[in-house]
Antibody, heavy 120, light 108 residues
Framework: QLQLQESGPGLVKPSETLSLTCTVS??????????WGWIRQPPGKGLEWIGS???????YYNPSLKSRVTMSVDTSKNQFSLKLSSVTAADTAVYYC????????????WGQGTLVTVSS | QSVLTQPPSASGTPGQRVTISCSGS????????VYWYQQLPGTAPKLLIY???QRPSGVPDRFSGSKSGTSASLAISGLRSEDEADYYC?????????FGGGTKLTVL
């Protein structure tokens, strides 16, 4: 049973880069069985998929965010991370790290979510 | 505007059967699997249905999914008060995942 925990600043200034880390426990991030990804949810709104990847390197991003998103893996710490550049107030949201089996659309495990506010 | 279209709200009384629809296109639902998530207030979403109609271990058989053409449905039978939540459909679409806008289910 995987457990995921997000960490990172809760407040980011406009035009800066949002950086979040997800720590994985209960399983290895280098396992080829799981996908690793990020989903966000603006306050009071629906879910938006940011991107997902397999440890093998296969990575997909939301086309609407692709130019600003970078995802990476740190196997030594069993963590994966998200960087979103040039943020604006529209990027204010609860950010979830997530993992699933086989399909990117299948998300079996979710972090508790972390609210990131973009404001000066 | 979400790529997948869901009704913003649905309601039912305890014991009733309710369905939530999810409408898409040939590039998403029409050619890929549909997934359903339940989000209780203040919590992370939970996988309810995968690959159109499969339930993960632990999900009651009161929840069922179906797909036809470019539309899908989630059915909840024997409605309970604890089913009051937001429900989201999702599918793959041309190299990325798309979600529906969500349906808020109220148990009257």
């Amino acid at each position: 049973q995987l457990q995921l925990q997000e960490s990172g600043p809760g407040l980011v200034k406009p035009s800066e880069t949002l950086s979040l880390t997800c720590t994985v426990s209960g399983g290895s991030i280098s396992s080829g069985s799981y996908s690793w990804g990020w989903i966000r949810q603006p306050p009071g709104k629906g879910l938006e998929w940011i991107g997902s990847m397999f440890y093998s390197g296969t990575t997909y991003y939301n086309p609407s965010l692709k130019s600003r998103v970078t995802m990476s893996v740190d196997t030594s710490k069993n963590q994966f991370s998200l960087k979103l550049s040039s943020v604006t107030a529209a990027d204010t949201a609860v950010y979830y790290c997530a993992s699933g089996v086989a399909d990117f659309e299948r998300i079996d495990y979710w972090g508790q979510g972390t609210l990131v506010t973009v404001s000066s | 505007q979400s790529v997948l279209t869901q009704p913003p709200s649905a309601s039912g009384t305890p014991g009733q059967r309710v369905t939530i629809s999810c409408s898409g296109s040939s590039s998403n639902i029409g050619s890929n699997y549909v997934y359903w998530y339940q989000q209780l207030p203040g919590t992370a979403p939970k996988l309810l249905i995968y690959r159109n109609n499969q339930r993960p271990s632990g999900v009651p058989d009161r929840f069922s999914g179906s797909k036809s053409g470019t539309s899908a449905s989630l059915a909840i039978s024997g409605l309970r008060s604890e089913d009051e939540a937001d429900y989201y459909c999702a599918a793959w679409d041309d190299s990325h995942v798309v979600f529906g806008g969500g349906t808020k289910l109220t148990v009257l």
